[in-house]
């Protein structure tokens, strides 16, 4: 029982290291909570941008245009979740 509870165990880590190599958005061991949130972020202004219904409704609850709206969101882009945070020399 201990075999399969390890082999599973194995299993899952070469099966997210193959999602992580071929997938950028799901990050890997290194990533940083600064850099997954960011990435996200980018992704669903990215989705919103894309899709012009979406950008209708937002316009809407708004009240602007849909151009502003799509504008805003890929500014909103840049740095979604501010300036990176400082990292510490070793």
């Known amino acids: ?5 390890v082999s599973k ?9 193959h999602i992580q190599s071929r997938y950028f958005g799901c990050g890997h061991p290194d990533t940083t ?3 997954w949130q960011t990435t996200i972020h ?4 990215a989705s919103h941008a894309s ?8 316009s809407v609850i708004e009240n602007e245009s ?4 799509k504008f805003n ?3 909103s882009m840049i740095q979604p979740c501010g300036k990176p945070p400082k990292k510490e020399e070793l």
């Open 66 to 69: 849909v151009a502003r709206v």
């Open 9 to 17: 165990k194995y299993n899952i880590h070469a099966q997210m290291e």
């Open 1 to 5: 029982m201990a075999q399969s509870v």
């Open 51 to 58: 899709r012009y219904n979406r950008l209708a409704l937002f």
């Open 33 to 35: 909570a600064w850099e």
């Open 42 to 45: 980018r992704d669903t202004y």
């Open 73 to 75: 969101m890929l500014q």
